[in-house]
């Protein structure tokens, strides 16, 4: 997507020395943007852990790049010795951020490919093909999502005679959680690019906003009609008929249906339910749990309760951190939540859309159908 006018992706090799991997650092925006520099797997598993880049497609491609990194300073005394080494960063990475199923995914996948090539030079060009082949599969599976799901929003146009179509997202399933594009997003800037009128209600998505940091900021660089709302928001919109269409990401949906994402999202969904409004969930397959069965079976990631105590601005040139509550009361910070399959309408991913059933699901993956 552009920002300013040139076309960024999330993540990128230096074009000058590709040992070296540049993010855009999020957690300076929407106020400065800033690339750093990835030349070290602890550098790379900081980054994931403390949200320079986050969203699961984008977790998953920076793990790719990781491995990539982590194969550069592998040991060449043999192939065991390169790969024990790798499988200790794999380690490392996988454990930085425990929903975003993305991660462990795109790690497995790099240490199969790297697994598969015989010596220290060709598992490095395996690595690196690998992780390029991550993010661009990521950004084209994105792409896709757009192309199906805008025909929920054009539908819901041609029934409202062309009057804009409102929809709510949560938190920030946008490029900057993708390596281009995003989920929730892809199909809104489809329908904008069509000529099709939108309007997104953003959720804040306290307690690290990044529906108002994120999502706003992608919006307005795309010229995509949009309103920041606090997060409590959202029903009393939908009671009103002020919302057409919900569409979220997810961090990780199990094979049957449940879905994993940002914290609130479970609430809205229910207020959805409760006003007939449809909810939809965007994701590509790599976010698909081919294993797990009960969404309550998911790990939820507790963060650091400063998140919560806490709330960031821009002050005076420099990001700063104001308390919010008293000093001596605790806080919890749980960052996601599980929507059951029943209150979702439909998942919209790469191969079409489809219920949020395992019957649904399958059909569309067939290659995970149990043997
Ligand atoms: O904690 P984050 O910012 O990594 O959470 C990810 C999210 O932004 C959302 O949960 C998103 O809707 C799903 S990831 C595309």
């Known amino acids: 997507m552009k920002v300013d006018g040139k ?24 106020h400065q943007f800033v690339i750093e520099d990835l030349t070290t797997v602890d550098q790379v598993a900081v980054a994931i852990k403390d949200m320079h880049v986050r969203g699961a497609g984008l977790i998953g491609a920076t793990a790719g790049f990781g491995m990539y990194i982590a194969a550069l300073s592998a040991p060449d005394t043999s192939d065991a010795a390169f790969m024990e080494a790798l499988a200790a960063d794999g380690e490392k990475l996988t454990a930085t951020r425990p929903t975003a199923v993305n991660l462990e995914w795109a790690v497995k996948r790099q240490l ?36 199906h799901g805008v025909a929920l929003i054009e539908a819901i146009s041609t029934r409202k005679h062309g009057a804009p179509v409102h929809i709510l997202t949560h938190c920030n399933a946008g490029w900057l959680a993708f390596v281009d594009y995003g989920t929730a997003t892809a199909p809104i800037y489809a329908a904008h690019d069509r000529g099709i009128p939108v309007h997104v209600w953003v959720d804040e998505t306290r307690p690290r906003n990044q529906g108002a940091r994120l999502t706003a900021w992608e919006l307005s660089h795309h010229g995509v009609p949009h309103d920041v709302i606090a997060d409590n928001v959202g029903g009393h919109l939908m009671q009103r008929g002020m919302v057409d269409l919900m569409i979220t990401g997810t961090d990780r949906t199990t094979y049957t249906g449940d879905v994993a994402n940002k914290i609130g999202t479970y609430l809205k969904a229910l207020a959805a339910k409760d006003n007939g409004v449809p909810f939809y969930v965007a994701l590509p397959s790599s976010t698909f749990d081919w294993e797990t069965r009960d969404g309550l079976q998911i790990p939820i990631e507790e963060r650091d309760a400063t998140e919560v105590t806490h709330i960031e601005g821009f002050h005076e040139g420099a990001i700063v951190s104001v308390r919010l509550t008293p000093t001596d009361s605790p806080a919890r910070n749980y960052a996601f939540d599980v929507t059951p399959r029943r209150l979702v309408t439909g998942l919209i991913t790469e191969r079409g859309i489809c219920e949020a059933n395992e019957e649904s699901v399958l059909a569309l993956y067939p290659e995970h159908r149990p043997a």
């Open 7 to 30: 076309h960024y992706r999330t993540i990128w090799l230096k074009p000058d020395d590709e040992r070296v991997v540049q993010i855009i650092d999020q957690r300076h925006l929407p």
């Open 112 to 147: 199969a490919a790297i697994g598969a090539a015989t010596g220290s030079a060709a598992k490095r060009e395996v690595a690196y093909q690998t992780a390029i082949a991550i993010a661009d599969e990521d950004a084209d599976f994105c792409r896709r999502i757009g192309e």
